[in-house]
């Protein structure tokens, strides 16, 4: 009984909807840092429905019978991991800087919103514009 009460407590008040639409809003206030991908999740990103794709379809059928069994998601990984490996050394070099470049565009447009927020406009006409 103390376990169904520990984790089944629920707020019960007639405005537990207006509290948790507040709670929200509070917590998605700050937009999250963004992160610089891998080399690979990055690869798989921009190359895959055209590089990869027709190889781990091709190859999945394989990869099912195969003792552990693997996700399609984990199979579609290593097949990445594989081609992005056997691409040229320019090719791999190029890659670098458009990752790093589409890092520094996330990072902008995140200083961008964090200074939206520092600043608020001083009317609703304002921030609709």
């Not at 081609?83 to 995140?110: C, D, G, P, W």
């Amino acid at each position: 009984m103390a376990w169904y009460h520990t984790f089944n407590k629920k707020v019960n008040s007639g405005n537990s909807v207006d509290i948790e639409k507040a709670f929200n809003e509070m917590t998605e206030a700050l937009p999250s840092v963004p992160k610089i991908m891998r080399t690979d999740q990055f690869y798989s990103k921009k190359y895959f429905p055209t590089r990869v794709k027709s190889i781990v379809d091709a190859e999945w059928p394989l990869a099912m019978n195969n003792v552990p069994k693997v996700s399609r998601i984990v199979h579609s990984n290593n097949v990445t991991h594989r081609v992005y490996t056997n691409e040229s050394e320019s090719f791999k070099q190029r890659l670098e800087i458009e990752r790093q470049e589409a890092h520094l565009k996330a990072m902008a447009e995140y200083e961008k919103k964090l200074e939206g927020l520092q600043n608020p406009p001083d009317s609703a006409e304002a921030f609709h514009k």
